[in-house]
């Protein structure tokens, strides 16, 4: 037809009011490869959960991350996975600088050594899409800070009280169909994927939570944040989350407020 695809959908939209990308649901492709796999032989009757805490952001919310694992060491938790972008990184979309209040790599890693909420355990992180811009962040920061353990880029699978999860951290934009879809997704591509079946799915990235108690026999948590409104995501969920590994699994959505210029 010799017409661009931004023409073509604006077309369409207008005609049926429907974005055309909507008609088509794609389920995302398993992580391939060998994924990291980690056992914590210690009961565990509840952990923490948190993910995108974009430090160095200026609209990060370190206030209510520190709150949180105040409120996990009151719980007795000693356990905190976080699902990636623990910080917000370098060059990940155009105008960034201007976002950001610090903007070397040593600068990144010296603000979370130094600013980290410590707490009576250890806090298992994987690396997001923002912290695998800064080269070895992962490993830099755990040579630094003993009581944080980095799981790996992207995925990783650890296992509690024999439950096993998978704690992901998504790729590409942010959720624009619906809330659940991308958990949703994510649990029909895992469960189909033999070498991981999971118990519990956390996921993060995507800045909304969205809990799936039983979704194909998985118990998915789509992980709230600990930055306030950017520029391209709408109302982001701001808190963490606690999971009861106790006999069945089930989970607690702590919910924080936005502070203004909270660094």
């Known amino acids: 037809m010799g017409m661009s695809r ?4 604006k077309l369409w939209y207008n005609l049926v009011k429907v974005r055309p990308q909507l008609l088509v649901k794609k389920i995302p492709t398993p992580v391939k490869g060998e994924v990291p796999t980690f056992r914590i032989t210690d009961f565990k009757e509840k952990i923490g959960l948190v993910s995108d805490t974009h430090f160095v952001s200026k609209t990060q919310q370190i206030s ?47 603000y ?61 934009g942010s959720e624009k169909y619906a809330r659940s879809n991308k958990p949703q997704q994510l649990a029909i591509a895992e469960a189909k994927h033999v070498k991981i079946v999971p118990d ?41 989350v606690i999971l009861d590994l106790c006999d069945s699994p089930r989970c607690s959505y702590q919910k924080f407020e936005r502070i203004i210029d909270d660094f």
Request: glycine content about 12%; hydrophobic content about 35%.
């Open 6 to 9: 931004k023409t073509f959908s």
């Open 64 to 110: 209510g991350l520190h709150k949180f694992y105040s409120m996990c060491e009151e719980e007795g938790i000693d356990t905190i996975l976080h699902a990636g972008d623990l910080i917000d990184g370098i060059g990940v979309y155009d105008g960034q600088p201007y976002d950001t209040f610090l903007h070397q790599p040593d600068q990144m890693i010296k």
């Open 112 to 172: 979370v050594v130094d600013n980290y909420p410590s707490f009576n355990g250890q806090t298992w992180f994987i690396g997001g899409n923002h912290d695998s811009t800064v080269k070895d962040f992962g490993t830099r920061v755990t040579d630094e800070r003993s009581d944080m353990l980095f799981l790996g880029n992207g995925s990783a699978i650890i296992t509690i009280n024999e439950k096993k999860i998978f704690i992901h951290h998504g790729k590409k």
């Open 200 to 240: 519990i799915i956390v996921l993060g990235h995507y800045h909304n939570v969205c809990i799936l108690p039983d979704y194909g026999g998985i118990f998915v948590i789509q992980m709230p944040c600990f930055q306030a409104q950017v520029r391209w995501n709408l109302e982001p969920n701001i808190g963490g």
